[in-house]
C-alpha cells in the first residue's frame, strides 16, 4: 500500500516474470509498460489505469478490473481467460494477437477498431458492443454472442465457427470468407437444399 492514498505510477517499466496471482492491486498506474512472462491469474485491479502497456505470454485469467481503465493494451501469446471486461473504466481499447480468450465478456464495450487475430474466443459474450471496423482475423468463435452488435466493416476472413444473426447484428460492409459466410444463412429463416 502507498501512503497518502497517492497512487504509485509505473512509465516504461519492463516486469518479467511476475507473480501476482490472487493479488490486490490498488491505485497504480501503467503506462507503456510490457509484462513478460508474467502470472496476474485472479488478481484485483482497482482504481488502476493500463495505458499503451504489452502484456506478453502472460496469464490473465480471471482478473477483475474495478474502476481501472484498459487504454491502448496490446495482449500477445498469452491466457486471458474468463475476464468481465465491461466492468473496465473507460476509455477502453485492448487488442489480442495469439491468444485464448474464451468465456470473457466485453457487454456494451464500444470497440472500434479492436483487434482479435489468430484467437481462440470461446463462448465470449460481444452483446451490445460496437466492433466497428473491428478485425477477427483466424479466430475461433465457437459459441461466441452476437445480439444487437455493430460489426459495420468488421473483417471476419479466415475467421471460425462464428454464429452471427444478420437480422439482430449490423454486418454493412462486413467482410467474410468462405465456406464460413454460409453460417449466415441459417439466420435467414430460408431453407437450403443441398
Not at 490498488?26 to 485472479?42: D, I
Amino acid at each position: 500500500m502507498q501512503d497518502n492514498n497517492e497512487a504509485i505510477v509505473h512509465t516504461g517499466k519492463r516486469f518479467e516474470e511476475v507473480i501476482y496471482e490472487d493479488k490486490h492491486v490498488v491505485a497504480r498506474n501503467f503506462t507503456r509498460c510490457t509484462f513478460y512472462k508474467s502470472n496476474l491469474k485472479g488478481c484485483v485491479f482497482e482504481d488502476c489505469s493500463f495505458i499503451d502497456c504489452i502484456f506478453e505470454s502472460c496469464d490473465l485469467s480471471l482478473i477483475k478490473l474495478k474502476h481501472t481503465s484498459i487504454n491502448g493494451v496490446k495482449i500477445i501469446d498469452s491466457k486471458a481467460i474468463g475476464i468481465v471486461w465491461y466492468d473496465a473504466g473507460t476509455p477502453f481499447s485492448v487488442g489480442f494477437t495469439n491468444s485464448r480468450i474464451s468465456y470473457c465478456s466485453f457487454f456494451g464495450k464500444t470497440m472500434k477498431k479492436a483487434h482479435f487475430i489468430n484467437c481462440m474466443a470461446n463462448e465470449v459474450d460481444f452483446s451490445e458492443c460496437d466492433l466497428t471496423q473491428s478485425d477477427f482475423r483466424g479466430t475461433d468463435l465457437s459459441g461466441a454472442t452476437f445480439a444487437n452488435t455493430d460489426l459495420t466493416k468488421a473483417s471476419f476472413a479466415g475467421a471460425r465457427n462464428y454464429l452471427i444473426d444478420t437480422k439482430t447484428n449490423k454486418i454493412k460492409k462486413a467482410k467474410f470468407s468462405l465456406p464460413e459466410a454460409l453460417s449466415l444463412l441459417y439466420g435467414l429463416d430460408i431453407i437450403i437444399e443441398e
